[in-house]
C-alpha cells in the first residue's frame, strides 16, 4: 500500500517486510530528476546518481552512468543502484535518479521486492 503525501517534499511513502526486515521506500519527483530513498535502517545511507547515457547509439536500450556522490563507493552499490534505478529512468522519460541507498539484504530476492516496492510509489 502506497501512501501519497501532500508535502513539498515526500509525494509516496510505502513500508513493506522484505524477508522480515522492515523496508521503506520514498519517492520524489523534482523538474530535473526522480529521487527515490529506499532503507532498511531509517536513514538515506549511499547517494547513487543513476542517469541515462546520451552517447549510447541505441536509444531503444539506453545505458546508464552510476557515480556514488555520498557513501561507500563499492561495486555492489553500482549494481544494485543501476537495478533498481533502471526502469524509474526509463518510466520517467530517461530521467536521472539520485538513489539513496542503505539496504540490510542486497539479494536478488529482495531487490525484487524492493523493485515492485518503487513500482507502487510511482510519482514520474
Known amino acids: 500500500m502506497c501512501v501519497f503525501l501532500f508535502h513539498r517534499l515526500i509525494q509516496c511513502l510505502t ?4 524477508n522480515g526486515i522492515s523496508t521503506e521506500v520514498v519517492c520524489t519527483e523534482f523538474s530535473n530528476y526522480i529521487f527515490v ?10 547517494l547513487i546518481s543513476v542517469t541515462p547515457d546520451s552517447r ?10 552510476t557515480k556514488v556522490l555520498l557513501g561507500k563507493d563499492e561495486p555492489l552499490t553500482h549494481v544494485c543502484a543501476k537495478n533498481l534505478a533502471m526502469f524509474v529512468s526509463q518510466e ?7 538513489l539513496g541507498l542503505a539496504l540490510k539484504d542486497s539479494s536478488i530476492d529482495a531487490i525484487k521486492q524492493i523493485k515492485e516496492m518503487i513500482k507502487s510509489c510511482q510519482v514520474w
Open 37 to 46: 530513498v529506499l532503507t532498511q535502517y531509517g536513514k538515506i545511507g549511499t
Open 92 to 98: 520517467s522519460g530517461n530521467r536521472p535518479v539520485l
Open 15 to 18: 513500508q513493506r517486510e522484505v
Open 56 to 65: 549510447s547509439n541505441d536509444l531503444s536500450t539506453p545505458t546508464f552512468s
